[in-house]
């Protein structure tokens, strides 16, 4: 009997070894895709950008973007890792300046390369390791937001000056222009640049240093803590994603961390006796869903609750709140529009059918779904919505509830304030045009972004994935004189200092406060 046992555990490791081994062996980031098969990826990826993306010469002309593709083409004169090539080519993504158009690594290169870096789904078993915090970007100053390492004694707010050598500020500015944004709107990249939701795609200041910076064992910080007159030097070593997101549950979640509160998608409630606030973190029906919450009902008895008391102060919270269902922002509309208003003008897009790109595509069955008599065909050869179709409301003039709330109204926004949600706060600005924005630039262009459906990607032989949105969302700016490229732009104009993200004060609804104390 001890003789079987002993066999099995043998013969158990021994699978397991060769499971292990097999699998390092399914993905090799050092192999290299020879000239042909990287030049056919890029022809993919070229055709889908031309033929489906209405927005790809919305703020550079096609000339520009054309000569921008030939220039990254005629780079591809060598055999190239997929990681390369990913650097080489997401160039173009950014060139298109849309959130929703990004670029992402190999399913495998994520698996076995980066881990898992969101905050949901299984722990990956990726031995990878990465920077251990998440951070704070302060005019251009790099801060510890949330210290996930194995050195406790660096505190939230402690400054890094340096990181292996390199000061912040070049570290911040190389990282920067990695990262996607809508037209003309910086201050989008600084806030997707730090983890700003729990509902992130990915900490992209942890996986943006591993892709251009490096992956070291160990970080050497040059430091400044709080209150201290002197920099230090510290050594801390870099994690694998699994270690980082476990250490933030172990160390945040039971307190009032500000993304763990967050979370919760949506949160009302008085701040004083005159002032109601209500902020909406997010719209992903995925979101809503998991805290069993219906976003009709909430609005319902929030502006009941603000009716039955007529208070006359109300804030509206959409920092942070990257988008997701636009219906969940637009449901909010009719409570505060004190006359008719017009959301859309119209949906755009260069086509519907993409039969040449379908091999390509991860789920080609929701072009089903499209009809051609959805659609008009005007000059151009660009397709517009019929806005008599029961499906294009937000194409007509629309009715506030009767007694729309008609009182002083405040909106936060920063620039992770994004796609629906942006989209949000400039019809707010449009049709409320005496309601006061409070923070900075918000993160979506106000014309509106090019998203909804979308083509996903996967390029045939290095497996980059790519999303091609191809509808463009034309909103409705009611005469409001906005500038091409650029978000709702805030009343005041209100950012934290370092000394606000070591309190845990919020600024922008401080200043928000004394404001409407002041009237």
Known sequence: MRLKTTLIIVFGLLFAFINVSVGQLLYNAEKKFVVTELQHDFKI???????????LYRYSGKESIDAFFDSCYARIDRPMTEIDFFRLISGIMLQVRDEHTYLLPSADYWKNEIGQTTYSGASSKSKARLFPFFIKIINDRLFIENNLSGDLSLQEGTEILAINHKPAAEVIAKLLVTVHTNGLVETFRYRNL??????QTYNRFIVHYAIYIGRPDTFHLEIKRTGAGQSQSVKVAALASSEIFNNYWRRYSAINDSKKVKEFPVNFKLLNPRVAYLRLSDFHNYVWQKYNLSYSTEYRNDFKFIKDRNLRHLIIDLRGNEGGNLAIGMDLLKYISIRTYRPYHYHELKNYRFPSLYKYIDDSTTFDKYRDSMFIKVAGNVY?????????VWSRPMEPVANPYNGKLYVLVDGATGSAASILATLIRVNRKDAIFIGEESGGDMEGPVSGDGLSIVLPNTKLRAEVPYIKRVVNLNGYPNEKGRGVMPDYHITPIPEDLTGNKDTELEFTLKLIQGQ
């Open 194 to 199: 730090e983890q700003f939701s729990l509902n």
């Open 45 to 55: 990826l070229r055709h889908a950008l031309e033929q489906a993306h209405i927005g």
């Open 384 to 392: 517009r919505s019929d806005p008599r179709l029961s499906t294009e």
